[in-house]
């Protein structure tokens, strides 16, 4: 837990202080090398730091554009509603790799991003999110935070491939809820 957090204290810094601004919705791809604490079986990439490495880099763009300024110092908070992830080929020991953020579209409450885990030119895994800001117990209109964090962005809702993999969270929680009171 500790390099998670020295890691963000980096991002942090570089964005607020190094790194050139960014607009909000912006692809960003980072370059990032699979180190000894990111392995299983000192071999490949363990599956728990997919999701690491996703997050690091949805807070950069938060810190390198205008949504920190409109979300965090404004007292909401980055929410995650939900993930999935895809795996195709593991991502080698001490290799370097790409990942690629993008905006796939907004809903009034949440933002879906398509991350992709690239090694050698090839896809490795593709993860989902499903992400927005909260404050007092609520989400907030994502829209409305995307609009005032960039002026010029339209908003395009997400496709359909993408909310039908998103569409059954809720249901599936409130089932498992069910089950559990049995």
Not at 13 to 28: H, N, V
Not at 100 to 108: A, N, Q, R, W
Not at 136 to 161: F, G
Request: a positive charge; one cysteine or more; proline letters at 2%.
């Amino acid at each position: 837990m500790i390099y998670y957090w020295l890691h963000m204290i980096y991002i942090f810094i570089g964005s607020r202080f190094f790194w050139k601004k960014i607009k909000p919705a912006s692809e960003l791809t980072r370059t990032r090398r699979v180190n000894l604490l990111d392995c299983e079986s000192f071999r490949f990439m363990a599956n728990s730091k997919y999701f690491y490495y996703m997050d690091l880099i949805r807070y950069e763009i938060v810190f390198r554009s205008k949504l920190y300024d409109k979300t965090v110092k404004k007292g909401m908070f980055g929410v995650l509603a939900s993930q999935k992830i895809i795996y195709k080929k593991p991502l080698k020991i001490f290799k370097k790799f790409d990942i690629t953020l993008v905006i796939e579209g907004f809903d009034e409450k949440w933002v879906y991003h398509r991350q992709t885990f690239k090694q050698d030119g090839q896809i490795c895994a593709i993860g989902f999110t499903k992400a927005g800001f909260w404050k007092n117990k609520k989400a907030q209109d994502i829209r409305k935070i995307m609009k005032n964090s960039d002026s010029e962005y339209e908003i395009k809702p997400p496709s359909n491939d993408v909310m039908r993999m998103f569409e059954n969270d809720y249901k599936t929680i409130k089932s498992n809820n069910e089950i559990i009171k049995k």
